[in-house]
């Protein structure tokens, strides 16, 4: 709106101490400030109505359609390209997976294939160990009831 630096509001308030005075200075720019929200407000309601006249009118389509059409007169290239990468956008979802998305689905199954291999070795020693222990247990149980059989009852010994 107005360029009014630091510089000219000190010269302006100056004066206005020297003209005005300083007992009526304060009233003074009370009523400046109250003038100046009054030509702000009025201003505002102004380029509301502004607004909505012109969006009651369409005039709002017709200056985006000249704003477009005038980007496109100065910069055809750029409309060319914007053309192109609009055609384009559906492509992308067309393509080929890389080679680097080929080899993590590679390693991936992989892995699953390890982890699998892995599970199955584990439950396979946990089995045998569990069918060596049977046997181990069954050998302690024949070799304790040979050992009772064999020995002699003490007590019959002894009467």
């Known amino acids: 709106m107005f360029d009014i630096g630091m510089t000219e509001m000190l010269v302006v308030g100056v004066v206005a101490l020297i003209v005005v005075g300083p007992k009526d200075l304060p009233v003074m720019f009370r009523r400046v400030g109250q003038f100046v929200g009054k030509a702000k407000g009025m201003a505002r309601e102004f380029s509301s109505a502004m607004n909505d006249?012109?969006?009651?009118?369409?005039?709002?389509?017709?200056?985006?359609?000249?704003?477009?059409?005038?980007?496109?007169?100065?910069?055809?290239?750029g409309t060319a390209m914007d053309g192109v990468k609009d055609a384009t956008k559906g492509l992308v979802d067309i393509e080929a997976p890389s080679e680097t998305t080929k080899l993590s689905a590679e390693r991936a199954e992989n892995v699953k294939r390890i982890?699998?291999?892995?599970?199955?070795?584990?439950?396979?020693?946990?089995?045998?160990?569990?069918?060596?222990?049977?046997?181990?247990?069954?050998?302690?149980?024949?070799?304790?009831?040979?050992?009772?059989?064999?020995?002699?009852?003490?007590?019959?010994?002894?009467?």
Not at 54 to 73: F, I, P, Q, T
Not at 122 to 147: C, G, H, I, P, V
């Open 53 to 77: 006249a012109a969006d009651e009118s369409g005039m709002r389509e017709v200056s985006s359609n000249l704003s477009k059409s005038l980007k496109a007169a100065t910069n055809p290239i």
């Open 115 to 159: 982890q699998a291999s892995t599970a199955r070795s584990a439950a396979e020693r946990k089995a045998r160990e569990a069918q060596e222990a049977m046997e181990k247990a069954d050998e302690l149980e024949a070799s304790l009831q040979e050992s009772l059989a064999q020995k002699p009852d003490v007590k019959k010994a002894d009467t």
